[in-house]
């Protein structure tokens, strides 16, 4: 079955990038939606974007103009960068594979675990 | 924008009808999915597609849309029901959407 897993640094600098990972295993990437998700302690589930194993992707319009999502489909992953980092942005980041449903809903199963992004200086 | 609406919070005592509500305008034309999110674990799809159990999700589990309102219901809640709930569907741009979420509490 497949299994997502995200890796990166768990504390960045405000202003800086922050720059994640997330492996597949037990699948190829060269299919579905590969998703990136966050949630800020104590808070809801934000959808950050997603790329398409085409290379196509869409962004959250609150985060669009910082974020890149990006294949690289050699070592089965997808990565998460987000620039010009905030307090605001730290959250539990998670990684999840996207299927087209019908009626257009891309719906998100399995997700990674998830990892702990810091922002502080 | 776009929203879609839960309550906070539910609770109910063990063994009863716990339900849980969802309120979105494109509900009509687009599915509902429901997720369940136990405190520090990742998200679990309980529901797709308005009313259908993923394998392995108990059969107390059920889901209906009607109109704008999408309903989780939890038929005898126990207490390892105990988690946070998100709805999910699309947004106008037809990308992916999360409701606030309501906190299940069972006891």
């Known amino acids: 079955q497949v299994q997502l897993q995200e890796s990166g640094p768990g504390l960045v600098k405000p202003s800086e990038t922050l720059s994640l990972s997330c492996t597949v295993s037990g699948g190829s990437i060269s299919s579905y939606y590969w998703n990136w998700i966050r949630q800020p302690p104590g808070k809801g589930l934000e959808w950050i974007g997603y790329i398409y194993y085409s290379g196509s992707t869409s962004y959250n319009a609150s985060l669009k103009s910082r974020v890149t999502i990006s294949l690289e489909t050699s070592k089965n992953q997808f990565s998460l960068e987000l620039t010009s980092v905030t307090a605001a942005d730290t959250a539990v980041y998670y990684c999840?594979?996207?299927?087209?449903?019908?009626?257009?809903?891309?719906?998100?199963?399995?997700w990674g675990q998830g990892t702990l992004v810091t922002v502080s200086s | 924008s776009y929203e879609l609406t839960q309550p906070p919070s539910v609770s109910v005592s063990p063994g009863q009808t716990a339900r849980i509500t969802c309120f979105g305008d494109?509900?009509?034309?687009?599915?509902a999915y429901w997720y369940q999110q136990k405190s520090g674990q990742a998200p679990v799809l309980v529901i797709y597609e308005d009313n259908k159990r993923p394998s392995g999700i108990p059969e107390r589990f059920s889901a209906s849309t009607s109109g704008t309102k999408a309903t989780l219901t939890i038929s005898g809640a126990q207490v390892e029901d105990e988690a946070d709930y998100y709805c999910?569907?699309?947004?106008?741009?037809?990308?992916?959407?999360f409701g606030g979420g309501t906190k299940l509490t069972v006891l």
């Open positions: 999910y569907s699309t947004d106008s741009s037809g990308n992916p959407l």
């Open positions: 999840a594979r996207g299927q087209s449903g019908v009626a257009g809903v891309i719906w998100l199963v399995p």
């Open positions: 494109a509900l009509p034309k687009k599915y």
